[in-house]
């Protein structure tokens, strides 16, 4: 049979995550406590994060239980569609079998949901009333406000301002789900009121919208945090997804040749490649590509270091691949993509060459997301469409070369609240970014110092 979808039955949702931590190639170092530079505790992370959260981010456990209760939310959506991108194949006229992970069908139109639920269902097991977060674009505040509005806890939003008048539907998911929404940096929060004295006609970022979250969170004892990437738990929870492809494959009799997702702090591209890193760690063949903004190179371009996850420097240090903590990248459409950092977990796979990473401009990657839209039919997020144009090259490079290679890529969300940034692609009005050596020499230079290391 020739699908162009291969699903799953709800039944066969996974019922278990994957722990990628016992089988990386050598221990991930732990984040360090900004004022010691030693290890940071369970202790350390209580006043943000519920304990059994806090567990795994240290699991070596190969597998973790999916709780009953967040297996039934999952099945509000998943498990998701696995299809076969015939069509632009032809387009293409390549010979590689090209296929995508279809997770745009969640509530809220992405990945992020895979994480958000469990997130909500721990808090609010720990007996938490309210969950604090920050948004850039506003999917990941959208997707914790839809899971705790589905376990019953309060969310407060702090979405970075640029995008908070630049996307103003994300904030109406929020809204109608139920949370609270504030531009970033506001007034609420001595980070914010600090940044605003200094730079009152900032854009605001990613960093400094978790510094404030951060900062409600542990000045409210019925409030934790939540972030939406970059941390172990994260990435593990969106495991669910590479979980359900490996299954997919093998229902469709086929095995992939490459994989590809795009990379904004790298919970998607984790989630969706993870569970094939064994493989490859045994001897397969098998490349895996993070692809992220010329704008925001963290993985092309970034030192691999110590360094606060946030702008204020209330969070651990964690070792990654990093532009600085003091970085504003510009305000490019693929706004899920603009953080300084990278998860510890993926940077420390990149840095032992298990994963390779590559940076495109904005244009060529919308060219990429046309091509797909007028083929494939489906309209991705502007985030997404950074893995499409690297399937695409890939899929060239198969055509010039005659392999028959199976490529797959994750679509990690659809674009129908980013049509602003389509119309800005068709009016010819995008404009491709690099960022200055200098100025990321200048944001290096402000990394935190960490002793003996
Ligand atoms: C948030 C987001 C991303 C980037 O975040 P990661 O943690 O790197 O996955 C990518 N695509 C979509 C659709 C998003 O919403």
Redesign the pocket.
């Known amino acids: 049979m020739d699908d162009y979808r291969i699903n799953l039955a709800e039944s066969e949702l996974p019922q278990a995550w994957y722990n990628i931590q016992p089988d990386l190639p050598r221990p991930l170092p732990p984040y360090l406590h900004p004022a010691t530079g030693q290890p940071v505790g369970p202790q350390d992370l209580a006043p943000i994060f519920p304990l059994e959260i806090i567990m795994q981010e240290v699991s070596r456990e190969p597998q973790i239980p999916i709780p009953d209760e967040v297996l039934r939310h999952y099945r509000l959506w998943r498990p998701t569609p696995l299809h076969r991108a015939r069509c632009l194949e032809q387009a293409l006229k390549t010979p590689a079998r090209i296929y995508y992970k279809n997770?745009?069908v969640s509530p809220?139109?992405?990945?992020?949901p895979n994480t958000a639920v469990p997130q909500a269902y721990y808090n609010k097991a720990a007996g938490m009333r309210r969950l604090a977060t920050e948004t850039?674009?506003g999917?990941?505040g959208s997707?914790l406000a839809f899971a705790c509005n589905l376990v019953g806890l309060e969310c407060t939003v702090y979405m970075v301002k640029v995008s908070y008048y630049q996307k103003p539907y994300r904030r109406s998911l929020m809204h109608l789900w139920g949370a609270q929404v504030f531009p970033s940096p506001t007034d609420r929060t001595n980070a914010g009121r600090g940044i605003l004295a200094r730079t009152p006609d900032t854009s605001g970022s990613l960093g400094m919208a978790i510094s404030e979250a951060v900062e409600d969170a542990a000045t409210h004892p019925d409030t934790n945090y939540s972030l939406?990437?970059?941390l172990n738990h994260?990435a593990l929870h969106?495991t669910v997804i590479g979980l359900e492809v490996k299954r997919q494959l093998a229902l469709a009799g086929d095995a992939p040749d490459v994989l590809i997702?795009?990379?904004?702090?790298?919970?998607?591209?984790?989630?969706f490649a993870f569970p094939f890193v064994p493989d490859k760690l045994q001897g397969r063949d098998l490349r895996i590509i993070g692809v992220e903004p010329t704008a925001c190179p963290t993985l092309t371009r970034g030192a691999y270091a110590y360094d606060f996850g946030d702008t204020s420097g209330l969070t651990p240090l964690m070792l990654m691949y990093t532009l600085g903590h003091n970085f504003v990248p510009p305000g490019i459409h693929?706004g899920?993509?603009r953080?300084h950092g990278?998860?510890p977990l993926l940077c420390l796979l990149v840095h032992d060459r298990v994963i390779e990473a590559r940076a495109y401009p904005q244009t060529p990657v919308f060219e990429a997301a046309r091509l797909f839209v007028q083929t494939e039919g489906l309209i991705?997020?502007p985030?997404?469409a950074?893995?499409i144009k690297a399937a695409v090259d890939e899929a060239v490079r198969c055509r010039e070369t005659g392999r028959e290679e199976c490529i797959v890529f994750n679509f990690?969300?659809?674009g129908y609240l980013d049509l602003g940034a389509y119309d800005a692609f068709l009016e010819g009005d995008l404009k491709d970014v690099e960022f200055p050596e200098e100025e990321l020499q200048r944001a290096l230079r402000e990394l935190p110092a960490v002793a003996g290391r």
Do not use: I
């Open positions: 997770e745009s809220a139109g992405s990945h992020k850039g674009a999917q990941w997707a939406g990437s970059v994260v969106q997702g795009c990379v904004g702090g790298g919970s998607n591209f984790a989630g693929a899920g993509l953080y990278d998860s991705p997020a985030e997404t950074h893995a990690s969300g659809h």
